[in-house]
């Protein structure tokens, strides 16, 4: 193991790393500056960099004891912004659980919409399924708790909250998140023809809109 002040690198096999942060901002930024040295060159051998919630782990690693060294001397920037793509998707605020958000954040249910597109997200990590991509961004007083009673079945396109972090079921699947919504086109979250096959994939920053402000919505 080797350490820091601001991350801690385990070894995870013979070939692999896995770097924990404190919280989901360290990690954003680390992943960040990951991507960025990659793309600069100047990153050394690692196959697969997959980020967490709160760890990146990076796979394919010829020299780990090496980059774990050379992780902790890393001086890693505040993710910016305005860096990644960007993805709009537009929502019907219907879901089953809308009174129940906004009885948590104190507001009238048609005050949801307004809260939830008010704000900017970007995909931290997927996982749980294929194109389930899990959104940071939503501060932390509109956190709210998953449902004590997970759902059996969730469809495609709902809408979803969980305590810090929104998202968008890309499939039917057992769910215990809040529904607050419903996304019209879900089939577009994954497409195993396309070349990337999630639509959202980690650092990608997500707009939501009401459907009806969209182009061509139909509210």
């Known amino acids: 193991m080797t350490e820091s002040r601001s991350l801690t690198v385990r070894p995870a096999g013979r070939h692999a790393l ?3 942060l404190p919280d989901a901002e360290r990690t954003a930024a680390f992943h960040a500056e990951v ?10 051998p690692v196959e697969e960099i997959v980020p967490g919630a709160r760890t990146v782990l990076l796979d394919g690693v010829p020299d780990p004891d090496a980059l774990a060294r050379g992780l902790t001397e890393w001086e ?5 912004d ?17 009174a129940d958000v906004a009885a948590v954040w104190g507001v009238a ?20 399924a294929p194109g389930f991509a899990y959104l940071t961004g939503l501060p932390a007083e509109l956190h709210v708790p998953r449902r004590a009673t997970p759902r059996t079945r969730v469809p495609a396109g709902a809408v979803a ?23 019209p086109d879900a089939g577009s979250l994954w497409d195993p023809a396309r070349e990337r096959a999630a639509l959202l994939a980690p650092r990608t920053r997500v707009r939501f809109v009401t459907a009806d402000a969209a182009p061509g919505g139909t509210g």
């Open 76 to 80: 890693v920037p505040p993710s910016a």
């Open 109 to 128: 249910p048609e005050e949801v919409a307004a809260r939830h597109t008010a704000h900017a997200y970007r995909v931290a990590f997927c996982g749980f």
């Open 161 to 183: 909250l969980a305590g810090p972090y929104s998202a968008v079921y890309p499939r039917s699947t057992p769910g215990g998140w809040q529904l607050i919504g419903t996304m």
């Open 82 to 98: 305005d860096d990644g793509d960007l993805v709009e998707i537009a929502v019907r605020y219907d879901g089953p659980d809308l």
């Open 35 to 44: 991507l960025r040295r990659r793309a600069a060159g100047s990153l050394p």
């Open 18 to 20: 896995l770097v924990e």
